[in-house]
């Protein structure tokens, strides 16, 4: 049978996607080891834009739900974070996807670990990442100084902003109006659109991975969601 995919849709300004990211990953994740996971560069704002979708932080009473929810799943998924949000959140996060987008292109084996460099840098040391300066220095512990003006000089290019746009266009023809965004293949071939971090129990059930349960995974997550 075939190999279960996923394919996870983030955006470095989403801490939901962080969340998504940290637990999927198949690095670290014994739920996902089997499972062809894959990330998808697409910028929030275009998504939301498109879909005339508000932000939490904007909603009353759903921004206070929001953080406490985020801070509830990472202490469940043992995923690092910070009680606050960012210096600035939320800021603009067009240059920071372009920079990924062009990690795809020119050092793909690198393009994981630069994600979670960039999520840590935010969520954990609460930095405000998405100038150019800040991106460059966490770019250049993964990829090095060099490589990474590289990097940034390539996100300037037409190329990669035609591609973060593709991206983008990409998820909303998968259905996205938010992230994290979840398209799920299973061994059979069948294909379904999963949202929001607290769906991803039905992520792999879909994908007809072995139940998850904190025995196995060390999550007590795992519990809440199932």
Known sequence: MAQPKLKLYVDI???YAYLAFHVVRRQTSPVFKDCDVTFGIVFLGGIMKACGNTPPINIKNKAQW???MRLHWARLFNVPMDEQLPERFPQNSVLTQRALCAITLKYPSKLERTIAALYYSSFV???AIHD???LL??????LGESEAGEILGMSSTDEIKKLLLANTSEALAEGSFGLPWFV???SEGQTEGFWGFDHL???TEHLGLQRPTPDTTGEEGWRALL
């Not at 220095?137 to 993964?142: D, F, G």
């Open 137 to 142: 220095s966490v770019l250049a512990t993964i």
């Open 132 to 134: 150019s300066n800040s």
């Open 66 to 68: 929001s953080t406490r």
């Open 13 to 15: 300004v989403s801490p």
């Open 125 to 127: 040391e609460r930095k």
């Open 201 to 203: 129990a039905q992520v």
């Open 184 to 186: 799920a293949t299973n």
